[in-house]
């Protein structure tokens, strides 16, 4: 799956300049996202080969007031056995992971989650990603919990996707202006290296 691709990519990772710090010295780990809305599941989150988008996002929490000064930590990261949504293969595996998920919701007399849009912008990207999170948590359970033997899956180390966000570029275009490659890493093990990277 993975290893149809270059194994190693950079990734930006957006967060407040205080923690940014203590991050780069070694003194804290990547902080881990498992809120139930997140876009790829579980892990901790980059955007690949794009600081200034990381930057605009740490940008846009401290408008929030969540940050106090904005900060980018750079990554060398090795995708290892990646979940990747840009290859046909993976993405039938969560096809069939849905598949499952919905059996599993059916039996237990529970509603499927929906992906919404943010409070105030009905029109806008479905940013909330609950139906998305609950199946990545649902196919990592059923890896994780299988017995060992000659056909087990690996568990996986890093989620990929790519996603269009935003207004298109120019009118007609069928590019938009936010879209962007993002990373949960799932397995610390996979960041090789941590680095400030040049302004932005």
């Known amino acids: 799956m993975s290893r149809l691709a270059t194994s190693f990519v950079l990734g930006y ?5 205080e923690v940014a ?9 990547l ?17 690949e080969s794009d600081p200034v988008r990381a930057r605009e996002w740490a940008e846009w929490k401290v408008g929030r007031g969540d940050y106090k000064e904005a900060a980018v930590v ?14 046909a293969e993976d993405r039938e595996l969560m096809r069939a992971a849905h598949g499952s998920f919905a059996i599993v919701q059916k039996k237990s007399g529970l509603p499927m989650p929906v ?3 943010a ?4 029109n806008a990207d479905r940013i909330l990603r609950y139906l998305d999170c609950a199946v990545f948590r649902h196919l990592h359970s ?9 056909y087990r899956v690996e568990p996986f ?17 069928g590019f938009t202006a936010r879209s962007h490659v993002q990373l949960a890493v799932r397995n610390n093990a996979c960041i090789l290296g941590l680095f400030y990277p040049p302004a932005t």
């Open 119 to 122: 409070p105030g912008q009905p």
């Open 74 to 87: 750079g990554a060398v990261i090795d995708l290892r056995n990646c979940l990747d949504l840009q290859n």
């Open 142 to 150: 059923i890896i994780d919990e299988q017995p060992d033997g000659p």
């Open 31 to 47: 902080i881990h996202s498992d809120r139930d809305f997140d876009w790829l599941g579980p892990g901790a989150y980059f955007w």
């Open 13 to 17: 990772h957006g967060c407040d300049a």
């Open 157 to 173: 180390d890093t989620v990929r996707g790519m996603f269009t966000e935003g207004d298109a570029l120019y009118e007609g275009c």
């Open 115 to 117: 992906n919404k849009s």
């Open 21 to 29: 710090a203590e991050i780069i010295n070694q003194r804290a780990e």
